[in-house]
């Protein structure tokens, strides 16, 4: 079956100025996800995968290339991408119902205070409405900051190593409610990450950026049943596979 193409990257190019000087840090980047699709994309710490989300997201447009959604040029920041950063990004002063009214831009405040409670529930936070973000853990605070930029229902959720911060064991129950939230709503979610073993578990398609510039090395489709198993063969052999791009980088 053909699946219907949501976002399209082509030729795109992004260089930083840096002591006046031209840094390439993306190059030629061709990238095209599918609606209900879940990419990863791996790379090592500082070949661009922020750049690359940033500029997906429309929160940096001095870039060359295309890049559309849907068929519509990104210009900016919209309700139609979320965002979920490393950090949560919480406003502290505002509790957990008020930073999700913050991030809510449309319906009536009966509307609001569903939408909120479903995204809520989502994430299993229900019950810490009236928490502050200083009184979440820091898991908890990560599962407001994807209720959050869930809350508009968008048509791509952009993940930025959202789960970096977290100690190992939050980062794996994370990565499983993840999963599950995918599945029920089936949000094209695009996660950038230095975790191979999080990209096989999560992506249908697993992306692999080369540095200094980064470019597209290598892609490797996922196809390994729901939930996957971490000490299974395949896994692990596809796991292996993808570890073997980053060789030069490792010895
Ligand atoms: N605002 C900026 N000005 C100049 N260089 C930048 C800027 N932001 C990022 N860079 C450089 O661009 C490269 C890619 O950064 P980034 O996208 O954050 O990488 P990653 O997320 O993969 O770690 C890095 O070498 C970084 O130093
Ligand atoms: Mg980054």
């Known amino acids: 079956m053909m699946k219907k193409e949501h976002l399209v990257v082509a030729k795109l190019n992004k260089t930083y100025q840096t002591d006046g000087q031209e840094v390439s840090v993306l190059e030629d980047i061709f990238l095209h996800v ?21 500029i997906i997201g429309g929160l940096d447009t001095e870039y060359e290339g295309m890049v559309t959604l849907g068929g519509k040029k990104i210009l900016g920041a919209g309700l139609d991408r979320g965002i979920v950063f490393q950090e949560h990004r919480l406003l502290p002063w505002l509790t957990v119902q008020e930073n999700m009214e913050f991030a809510l831009q449309e319906g009536s405040p009966e509307q609001k205070k569903e939408l909120i409670a479903e995204h809520l529930e989502m994430v299993g936070l229900v019950g810490f409405e009236k928490a502050y973000p200083s009184q979440l853990s820091g898991g908890m605070a990560q599962r407001v900051a994807i209720a959050r930029a869930l809350v508009n229902k968008p048509d791509i959720l952009l993940l930025d190593e959202p789960f970096g911060a977290l100690d190992a064991l939050t980062r794996l129950k994370m990565q499983k409610e993840m999963l599950s939230i995918w599945e029920k ?55 292996k596979k993808i570890y073997q791009e980053f060789r030069e980088d490792l010895t």
């Open 34 to 54: 599918a609606q209900h699709e879940f990419l990863s994309i791996v790379g090592a710490s500082g070949c661009g995968k922020s750049t690359l989300l940033r």
């Open 185 to 239: 709503g089936k949000t094209t979610m695009i996660m950038v990450t230095h975790d191979i073993e999080e990209a096989v578990f999560l992506g249908s398609r697993v992306v692999v950026m080369s540095d200094r510039p980064g470019t597209i090395k290598k892609e490797f489709v996922v196809d390994l049943p729901r939930p996957r198993n971490r000490s299974d063969a395949a896994f692990l052999q596809l796991r």
